[in-house]
């Protein structure tokens, strides 16, 4: 599995809330730096019209995706770090979890 397979799983879902979706979304002007997928709710009925939520994936929870994460933490209303579940270090994932 991929980033991009993972990220597709929750396309869907967040198309069928009403957001519009694009993938690796670089900083207004162009940059290196990419969110792995920007959703923009656009129902006009929906009380979240025009909110806005960044992703970032990985195929593991480390350090590295939560410091992705937090840099875009100022460019959304809400930026989730999107991970496939694992049964592997349950207590480094929870705290890791805490962290965020």
């Known amino acids: 599995m991929s980033e991009s397979d993972l990220m597709e799983y929750v396309r869907q879902d967040f198309r069928d809330l009403g957001y519009e979706t694009y993938a690796e979304v670089p900083m207004k ?36 995706v939560i410091e992705q994460a937090y840099y875009w933490k100022k460019y959304a209303h809400l930026c989730y770090i999107v991970v496939p579940t694992t049964t592997k270090n349950i207590s480094t994932r929870n705290f890791a979890r805490e962290v965020c």
Not at 30 to 46: H, L
Not at 49 to 54: A, E, K, L, P, W
């Open 29 to 64: 002007g162009g940059g290196s730096k990419r969110c792995d997928m920007y959703a923009r709710n656009e129902s006009e009925t929906s009380q979240d019209f025009g909110h806005t939520i960044v992703f970032e994936a990985k195929l593991s929870f480390n350090f590295k």
